[in-house]
C-alpha cells in the first residue's frame, strides 16, 4: 500500500522559510520520481517541482530560486525547502508518487 505523509506547515510571516517533509511507504522509493503541488482556496492544483530518483530537480518558473527540493533515500523522505515566502505561497501542500497523493499539509504566509 503506498502511502505519502507530508508534514511541516505552519504559520509563517512573509519573507519568512519553511522545510516541509513527505514521508513514503509501500514502494522501494530510491528509483521513483516524488512530487510537490499546491492548491490554495478556489484555486486549481498546480505543479510545483519534482526529484528524479538520482537527485535531479525541476522547479516551476515561479517559485524558482525561492524554493528547492532535495530528497533522503535512506529515510524515505522528499523536502520542499520554501525561503522568501509570500502570501501567495499560502496553500496546501501536497506531495505525489505512484499516482498517490499525500494528505497535504497546511501552509499559511500572513502578517
Not at 2 to 24: F, R
Not at 53 to 61: F, H, K, Q, Y
Not at 75 to 85: A, I
Request: net charge positive; glycine share 12%.
Amino acid at each position: 500500500q503506498v502511502q505519502l505523509m507530508e508534514s511541516g506547515g505552519g504559520l509563517v510571516q512573509p519573507g519568512g522559510s519553511l522545510t516541509l517533509s513527505c514521508a513514503a511507504s509501500g514502494f522501494l522509493f530510491s528509483t521513483d520520481a516524488m512530487t510537490w503541488y499546491r492548491q490554495a482556496p478556489g484555486k486549481v492544483r498546480e505543479w510545483i517541482g519534482s526529484v528524479g530518483a538520482g537527485g535531479r530537480t525541476n522547479i516551476r518558473d515561479f517559485v524558482r530560486g525561492r524554493f528547492t527540493i532535495s530528497r533522503a533515500d535512506d529515510k524515505r523522505t522528499v523536502y520542499l525547502h520554501m525561503n522568501n515566502l509570500k502570501p501567495e505561497d499560502t496553500a496546501v501542500y501536497y506531495c505525489f508518487a505512484r499516482e498517490t497523493w499525500g494528505q497535504g499539509t497546511q501552509v499559511t504566509v500572513s502578517s
